[in-house]
């Protein structure tokens, strides 16, 4: 059914009306509490809407017995199984236990390995700057200054002219 007349409600507003009448806006229920087209639309579609729901509840197969299988019946275990079945869970128990002491184990050693390489690390680094300030060059600061030079290619004359011949 759908009305073309722009004063009354449209098919999806009617059909709202019918499903959530509280979502449509205030003017439109206005007019739908005191339109009687409207009113008869409304009817009218629920009339269909209730007549095809006792279509489907006629259409619909009737309920047979419900069928029930029945459950198998479970071997109970020996006294020799459930034996070797607690043995298995102890065991496995223990492997696991094991198995995180072990990883515990290994990631304190890891770790004081990882702290001694560091310490060895840190002593190469000050090695290697008392080498480095060396070879740039072996002069104390005072001989450095008289030269005027800041980096000083130390070699034989150099020496020569240095050091008091004897």
């Known amino acids: 059914m759908n009305l073309h007349n722009d004063s009354h409600l449209n098919d999806s507003q009617i059909l709202q009306s019918l499903v959530a009448k509280e979502d449509l806006p205030a003017a439109v229920q206005e007019h739908l509490a005191s339109c009687s087209r409207c009113i008869a639309a409304r009817k009218?579609?629920?009339?269909?809407l209730t007549r095809l729901g006792e279509l489907a509840v006629n259409s619909a197969p009737l309920l047979q017995k419900k069928i029930v299988i029945p459950r198998q019946q479970q071997a109970v275990p020996s006294q020799w199984l459930s034996g070797w079945r607690s043995i298995f869970a102890l065991t496995?128990?223990?492997g696991v236990v094991l198995l995180f002491i072990g990883l515990v184990s290994l990631k304190n050693t890891q770790e004081q390995a990882f702290t001694?390489?560091?310490?060895e690390t840190l002593k190469d680094?000050?090695?290697?700057?008392e080498i480095s300030?060396?070879?740039?060059?072996g002069l104390p600061q005072s001989w450095l200054d008289i030269s005027g030079e800041l980096d000083v290619n130390i070699d034989e004359e150099m020496l020569e002219i240095l050091t008091p011949s004897s």
């Open 92 to 94: 496995a128990t223990a």
């Open 44 to 48: 009218y579609l629920q009339g269909n």
């Open 133 to 137: 300030k060396l070879g740039r060059s």
């Open 116 to 119: 001694k390489l560091d310490e």
């Open 125 to 129: 680094e000050r090695l290697m700057a």
